[in-house]
């Protein structure tokens, strides 16, 4: 299967609710997944993200050498009476996320190792195509207190498409390049455990969710799975990691939680919470999507002056500027980018990158003259 690397445009139309309830910009229902999820129209959700439980199979309490207890999840929503039992449960929030999800959609899954392969396994089996899965390394983990294993220090997520023909699924990979000093973002993730301010307290003082996720982690998933306005579903909201990072980054926001403690939690946390300013959230847009500007628009608004001499980075070449928007190297006139080639003995050339004019404050790119016609456009 061809997958497109950027995702859907930004240009792309968004779909809206097919229901005449509108969806509020973030909301926590209470109640089971499964059954909350039937409620919502069929195709309407462009991101899913699940912390399911993680079926520890716990037996007994879990002590460090000096015979302390460690706080570990042994909460009733984590037991179940078999794995087949784990496998059912599985398959039915599964099945009823598949049916919220637009045909585009995509859906992530944290697990441990205790129940990450099922789930991929049942993934497969009701038809989402997987993706790509995500090593989240964690800088902190809690050590091996019995000495008997590896320090487990990192979960797997499961990036997968709704469908395996689908190809315009949203990925926001030139902006994650961007972010990652130009380089290819890798599928290993290296972000510490929630900690500190972030992790949310009792009244007793002890941390409130065993498993709350890291904001940075939500972040990453969302800035690259989804864009401003889109809706984001998690059937296990707990206390509302997911929805506290939608929200920030104008994403709409739907989750579900069996436990009222916990969602009366992750509502008083979203409720604090500031939407980002929304140029910081502007769509990246790459070279295809932006807006086509020929060499001679740089002339007709008087940024280039016919007659002056562009020139390379070291001045090695020098080329005449044409009324006509080509320029000449000798008796050899063209493009600025066969005119480029030309001088360097190539085959192509980015003219628009190894041209420059020079101007009273030294050596100008001409690809920067060119962001300024396409912000004219785009203002306009």
Same mark, same amino acid.
Request: aromatic share 8%; net charge positive.
């Given at each position: 299967?061809?997958?497109?690397?950027?995702?859907?445009?930004?240009?792309?139309?968004?779909v809206s609710f097919e229901?005449?309830?509108?969806?509020?910009?973030?909301?926590?229902?209470?109640?089971?997944?499964?059954?909350? *999820?039937?409620?919502?129209?069929?195709?309407?959700?462009?991101?899913?993200?699940?912390?399911?439980?993680?079926?520890?199979?716990?037996?007994?309490?879990?002590?460090?050498? =000096?015979?302390?207890?460690? /706080?570990?999840?042994?909460n009733d929503w984590d037991?179940?009476?078999?794995?087949?039992?784990? =496998?059912?449960?599985?398959?039915?929030?599964?099945?009823?996320?598949?049916?919220?999800?637009?045909?585009?959609?995509?859906?992530?899954?944290?697990?441990?190792?205790?129940?990450?392969?099922?789930?991929?396994?049942?993934?497969?089996?009701?038809?989402?195509?997987?993706?790509? /899965?995500?090593?989240?390394?964690?800088?902190?983990? *809690?050590?091996?207190?019995?000495?008997?294993?590896?320090?487990?220090?990192?979960?797997?997520?499961?990036?997968?498409?709704? /469908?395996?023909?689908?190809?315009?699924?949203?990925?926001?990979?030139?902006?994650?390049?961007?972010?990652?000093?130009?380089?290819? *973002?890798?599928? /290993?993730?290296?972000?510490?455990?929630?900690?500190?301010?972030?992790?949310?307290?009792?009244?007793?003082?002890?941390?409130?969710?065993?498993?709350?996720?890291?904001?940075?982690?939500?972040?990453?998933?969302?800035?690259?799975?989804?864009?401003?306005?889109?809706?984001?579903?998690?059937?296990?909201?707990?206390?509302?990691?997911?929805?506290?990072?939608?929200?920030?980054?104008?994403?709409?926001?739907?989750?579900?939680?069996?436990?009222?403690?916990?969602?009366?939690?992750?509502?008083?946390?979203?409720?604090?919470?500031?939407?980002?300013?929304?140029?910081?959230?502007?769509?990246? *847009?790459?070279?295809?999507?932006?807006?086509?500007?020929?060499?001679?628009?740089?002339?007709?608004?008087?940024?280039?002056?016919?007659?002056?001499?562009?020139? =390379?980075?070291?001045?090695?070449?020098?080329?005449?500027?044409?009324?006509?928007?080509?320029?000449?190297?000798?008796?050899?006139?063209?493009?600025?980018?066969?005119?480029?080639?030309?001088?360097?003995?190539?085959?192509?050339?980015?003219?628009?990158?190894?041209?420059?004019?020079?101007?009273?404050?030294?050596?100008?790119?001409?690809?920067?003259?060119?962001?300024?016609?396409?912000?004219?456009?785009?203002?306009?």
């Amino acid at each position: 299967m061809v997958v497109s690397r950027r995702g859907a445009s930004v240009r792309a139309p968004r779909v809206s609710f097919e229901s005449s309830e509108a969806i509020a910009t973030a909301r926590i229902l209470v109640g089971d997944c499964v059954a909350e *999820m039937a409620k919502l129209p069929a195709a309407s959700v462009d991101l899913v993200f699940a912390d399911p439980p993680y079926n520890l199979q716990l037996q007994g309490d879990l002590k460090r050498p =000096d015979d302390s207890r460690v /706080d570990a999840v042994d909460n009733d929503w984590d037991k179940f009476a078999s794995f087949s039992a784990y =496998d059912d449960f599985t398959r039915a929030w599964l099945t009823a996320c598949r049916r919220v999800m637009k045909p585009a959609a995509t859906l992530w899954v944290i697990g441990s190792y205790h129940n990450i392969f099922r789930v991929g396994a049942t993934m497969q089996d009701l038809g989402f195509w997987i993706l790509n /899965d995500i090593v989240w390394r964690k800088s902190n983990p *809690m050590p091996n207190f019995r000495g008997r294993r590896f320090t487990n220090a990192h979960e797997t997520l499961i990036w997968a498409a709704r /469908d395996a023909d689908k190809r315009n699924y949203t990925f926001n990979y030139e902006a994650l390049k961007a972010g990652n000093d130009d380089v290819q *973002m890798r599928s /290993d993730w290296f972000i510490p455990l929630c900690t500190g301010e972030e992790r949310l307290k009792g009244g007793d003082g002890k941390k409130l969710h065993p498993t709350q996720k890291p904001e940075a982690l939500l972040a990453r998933v969302i800035l690259a799975a989804s864009r401003p306005d889109d809706l984001v579903l998690d059937p296990f909201c707990g206390t509302g990691t997911t929805g506290a990072v939608a929200h920030r980054l104008r994403r709409r926001f739907i989750g579900f939680e069996r436990e009222a403690g916990y969602a009366a939690a992750a509502e008083r946390r979203i409720a604090t919470i500031e939407p980002m300013a929304e140029p910081a959230l502007t769509a990246f *847009m790459t070279a295809r999507e932006a807006p086509r500007v020929p060499f001679s628009a740089l002339l007709e608004r008087g940024l280039v002056t016919p007659g002056v001499k562009l020139v =390379d980075a070291k001045k090695r070449h020098r080329a005449l500027v044409r009324a006509d928007g080509a320029i000449a190297l000798g008796d050899n006139v063209g493009s600025i980018h066969r005119i480029g080639a030309l001088a360097q003995g190539l085959e192509a050339c980015n003219g628009w990158t190894f041209w420059h004019v020079e101007t009273p404050r030294g050596l100008t790119v001409i690809d920067a003259l060119r962001a300024q016609v396409r912000a004219e456009l785009g203002a306009g």
